[in-house]
C-alpha cells in the first residue's frame, strides 16, 4: 500500500514538474526578437480648419520605438497574446559629477489590446516628452544623440515573456547591460534620480493622432 502511494505520488510530481516545464517554454516561444531604436522629433502638429496653431516648436521628444517579431500560431481566428503590457526603463547616462555617473531613469509601462502571435513584426512606441527630458538632461543635449541604456520588458498573465536591453554607447554588449541594470542602483560610483511615470503611450501624446494602424493599439492608462 505505502508503496503504491510512493509510486502515485511520484507520478504526480513528475507530471507538475513536466507541466512546469512546458509552461515555461511556451512563455519564451511568443516572441522571437525585439529591435529597438531611439530617436528624436518635435511633436506632430496637425492642422485645423478655423482655428489658429502655432508651427513653433522649441523641444524635442525622446521617440523609443520597438519592433516585435512574433512566432507564428495556427488558429481559425488567429492567435492572440491579450493585455501585454511593455515596461520601459529609459536611463540616460547624463554625465559624471566627482566621479560619480549621473543617471537619469525615465519608466513608464504601457498596455496593449492584444499582439497577433502571426510571425510578422508588430512595432510598438513609447515617448518621454520634450519638457520633461530637457527638465533632467544636460543642456542644448538632443534626445537621439544622448547615451541611453534601455531596458524593456513584456509581460503577459504577470510574466515576462521577452526582455531586451539596448545602449548607443559603443562597445556595450548585452551581456554588459543585463549586468549594469541589476547592480547600477546600488553602485556607489553611480548616482540615480528616477522619474516614475514618465514614459508615455502614442495615445496620451500627439503622436496618437497619426499613424494608426502602424503600431499596436494600446489600452487606456488605469
Request: charged share 25%.
Amino acid at each position: 500500500m505505502r508503496s503504491c502511494l510512493m509510486t502515485k505520488l511520484m507520478l504526480a510530481a513528475a507530471l507538475c514538474f513536466a507541466g512546469a516545464m512546458l509552461g515555461a517554454a511556451s512563455k519564451k516561444s511568443y516572441i522571437k526578437d525585439v529591435k529597438v531604436s531611439v530617436s528624436s522629433s518635435y511633436a506632430p502638429n496637425p492642422r485645423v480648419q478655423n482655428i489658429s496653431t502655432s508651427d513653433k516648436s522649441s523641444l524635442k521628444w525622446v521617440l523609443i520605438e520597438f519592433e516585435v517579431n512574433t512566432e507564428k500560431f495556427d488558429g481559425k481566428n488567429g492567435v492572440y497574446l491579450d493585455d501585454v503590457e511593455l515596461v520601459v526603463d529609459a536611463a540616460l547616462l547624463n554625465g559624471e559629477k566627482k566621479g560619480v555617473e549621473q543617471v537619469v531613469l525615465f519608466t513608464g509601462a504601457i498596455e496593449y489590446y492584444s499582439i497577433e502571435l502571426d510571425g510578422k513584426k508588430h512595432k510598438l512606441l513609447a515617448l518621454i516628452p520634450g519638457s520633461i527630458f530637457a527638465r533632467y538632461a544636460n543642456e542644448k543635449t538632443d534626445p537621439a544623440k544622448a547615451n541611453w541604456n534601455i531596458k524593456a520588458t513584456l509581460n503577459f498573465r504577470g510574466s515576462a515573456i521577452a526582455v531586451k536591453y539596448y545602449s548607443n554607447v559603443n562597445g556595450t554588449s548585452e551581456k554588459d547591460l543585463k549586468v549594469w541594470f541589476n547592480k547600477y542602483k546600488n553602485v556607489k560610483t553611480v548616482s540615480v534620480r528616477e522619474v516614475a511615470d514618465s514614459v508615455f503611450a502614442r495615445r496620451e501624446t500627439p503622436w496618437g493622432m497619426i499613424d494608426h494602424d502602424q503600431y499596436e493599439f494600446e489600452k487606456k492608462a488605469k
